[in-house]
């Protein structure tokens, strides 16, 4: 809570956006490196994000379930390249109950590993197939460079495993759990991600595929939001989980995984937020409507605090908020609320109680073009449209944004020019060292080769080998 | 799932409790020892509990945040009881990114150390205060002897804690916790808990006072349910939480924490199962009410299904489920949802759509007595009625057992005797050395001082000095 003047999103975006978490009580840092605590304001806004993506989760056959947090260091070594991937992020526990332990025990990077090995334990036939769980729970990545919600050393997300008869069943789940997120991103946080596929070497440690949404920053760079994974049967055979099949003969399963993480915290930031601070997706925001009551006298005081009575009344189906601090100026007010990014705020005055009505101010729409009078007697109406009106804003806004900023260069010189503050839509080989070297001379990778494409055949962008697809290449977090 | 007979209760109580936990498919043994998988059935328990919880943390005025999983080795040697009390069952982080750490990290046996050193950042003025936050999170500690749900290196629960300006308002916010977890217990979960004090040496580590909710199992033993502490200044004293008072001079806040864990899901199968397995209170179980169609013939399926569809949308608003697996009979799907402890069950055959009406079965009352024939258009209202009417007898049946089970022994050797199959609710001088001496002669542990007692003067029942309380003595889990 404070009225210095944030950074300017255009001075130091990164700085920015440290600033608005601190200032904005999203997060804080905690006492370990690398590590954050996630203060109540933040918290709320996963929940709703728990909630949405749980209710579409169940829609689409799944159970939540809990596996444990400790993993026997064996277990990581069992999928080749899994192990390789995850090796130099593992957090060691030796100790336990003061006795050093036999087998050092992970803490989970991610559970793969420990859910193959219950899964081999509980499937035995095809009956018991599909087998379609989830888990909500906190990870631990050793990062080196982390940042707030970016990359944590320890991080909260739900991660879906699931097991099948048939790879073609696994792909359509993997890319079932790819749509729910792309779904979920674009209708609940108003973030227009792009699906696609992810290149080999960009792919997860021991997937066969992987599908990502990507989002553009408003600095433009990407953030990889969401990933779902079809694990072939690279841990079901590392772990044997195995089923007798409609033939009665063995055989080994088809799995996936899929995870969305709080990271996904930071996008809605970097994709809504601007110089006066956060601005929260309606569907999401812990507070959707502020009620800020002005007042001079005892005798104004009465009268509006009464409205205001009224007024919350009516907002009943809304997440809303009064803010009846003394001691602060509704001006003060105004720039706390719009540091934290509630879509909408309400001002109750004499005059407005006098109107029958409330000044009624989104924060998408800066200033004076963001205001109107809305009486008492349409306001819950009204209310539910504003807050429409704001999500549709910010979705057109992004989704302009990217467009505006996503290029089709026509050649290599042009690509590392406009990579610099945008992303680049171009053919591309395919051959992994191509992609080194551009990543090696434009710091650009590739972000996702989007399903969303015109049949193609060309020259690679870098190289000038044949190319028959187009990937989106950027600066990513 | 197995028809297999059940290890009687009476036979032998602990194998009867984690055959039923592993053949309801509530959880399962994981790799590491002491840890467990909850598996779906157990987890939307759980989360079942969460909800009842989580409401009744917001209405009285409470936030959720979440405070990291690694904790400094430092912290936890910060206030001194608390260091001795959790010590011997830490589990030690000493590597991460390959390297060994420069000092030891520490999985949280719980946050009150993170999350003081973290209020002592937050707070800076009574304005601040009360700070009234919540968490969600699983704790590590590394217990030796372990069981499903009751004891687990891991485990998952919630852990309130706060800070206030004054004693008398932390004291008020420990009581007023305790009560919400009774409220729960008994409300929700039909568990008829004790409420009082605990003594010294029962006392969490680090508190000035603990209370606890206390509940008989079937096995005659007490199962500590939940605690609520009143941290007086000791943590605050220990991690510097101070405040600017209403004279603008520095004072320590008074803290408090509070807890309800997964092992709460021990005592809801111990307070109610029988030989056929689970009994699950109705406003928690996953499934209130199964669906079991019966039929020999197409013809009769067709007519049955299309009741059961029926029957479906007219019992929207319960948790329900249609048991429509084939080649299973109705036995034994009778048998294995009264192993699961489904509360209600609707048999619909060809007679039952003949007369409108389906059979009804009450798994708190078995055989003919529990069943009644429910006509279709009363359904939805019996329904509600019959879910009411089993969580009030397993209330009243726990209560009965447990009152017809607590004692009040004349002296030391009638002590002696019942304490053996029951609770002795006895007159305790209160000294520590005595009830060290009771719990060696006869393994009961003083479980707590009972708020809801008249005011008593007379001689304890162990050592004949006077006392002026009774307690309860129970041997516990």
Redesign the interface.
């Known amino acids: 809570m404070s009225n210095e003047k944030l950074t300017l999103q255009s001075e130091d975006f990164s700085e920015w956006y440290n600033q608005v978490i601190l200032r904005a009580e999203l997060a ?1 840092y ?3 490196r690398g ?6 304001y ?3 806004m ?2 709703n994000i728990q909630k949405a993506l749980d209710e579409r989760f169940k829609a689409t056959g799944h ?10 260091k064996s ?1 990581m070594e069992k999928e080749k390249e899994h192990v390789e991937g995850f ?12 006795q050093e332990l036999e087998e ?2 992970v ?1 989970r990077p991610t559970s793969e590993t ?1 859910i193959g ?2 899964y081999a ?2 499937i035995q036939s095809y009956r018991d197939l599909p087998v379609l ?1 989830n888990q909500w729970a ?1 990870v ?1 990545r ?3 460079r982390t940042r707030l919600f970016l990359r944590t ?2 991080f ?1 997300w739900q991660e879906g495993h699931t097991a099948h008869e048939t790879a073609a069943e696994a792909e359509e789940e993997t890319l079932r759990m790819l749509n729910v997120y792309a779904d979920f991103a674009i209708n609940e946080a108003a973030v227009p991600v792009i699906t696609g596929r992810k290149s080999e070497s960009e792919k997860f440690a021991g997937a066969v595929r992987t599908y990502s949404i990507e989002g553009m920053m408003k600095d433009t760079r990407a953030l990889q939001s969401g990933t779902s994974h079809n694990l072939g049967q690279n841990f079901a055979k590392a772990f044997n989980i195995q089923y007798l099949d409609r033939n009665n003969e063995l055989q080994y399963c088809w799995t996936t995984s899929w995870g969305l993480s709080t990271r996904f915290i930071g996008a809605i930031i970097m994709s809504h937020g601007d110089d006066q601070g956060l601005i929260l997706p309606p569907r999401l925001a812990p507070i959707q409507i502020v009620i800020v009551p002005i007042f001079r006298s005892d005798e104004e005081k009465s009268v509006v605090m009464e409205a205001t009575e009224k007024v919350k009344v009516m907002l009943g189906g809304f997440r809303i908020k009064v803010d009846d601090r003394v001691g602060i100026t509704p001006g003060f007010k105004f720039n706390d609320w719009e540091l934290r990014g509630v879509p909408v705020r309400l001002e109750i005055g004499p005059k407005d109680v006098a109107n029958q009505s409330v000044t009624a101010a989104r924060r998408d729409i800066p200033g004076r073009d963001g205001k109107t009078q809305v009486p008492f007697n349409t306001l819950q109406e009204e209310a539910g449209k504003m807050l429409t009106a704001v999500h549709n804003n910010l979705l057109d806004k992004a989704t302009a944004f990217r467009e505006s900023h996503t290029y089709d260069p026509k050649d290599y010189q042009e690509f590392k020019d406009v990579i610099q503050n945008g992303w680049a839509f171009s053919p591309w080989c395919g051959d992994t060292a191509c992609e080194a070297k551009i990543k090696e001379e434009t710091k650009a990778t590739t972000r996702c080769i989007p399903f969303n494409q015109e049949p193609f055949k060309g020259k690679c962008i870098a190289c000038g080998k044949d190319a028959s697809e187009k990937v989106i290449f950027a600066k990513a977090y």
């Open positions: 804080d905690a006492p370990v590590c954050m605590v996630i203060r109540p933040g918290w709320a996963w929940e159970v939540n379930a809990a596996f444990p947090l400790l993993i026997p277990f090796s130099p992020e593992l957090a060691v526990v030796t100790y336990g109950g003061g050092p025990l803490i420990i090995h219950m334990k509980w769980i906190n631990v050793w990062e080196m050393l320890e909260y």
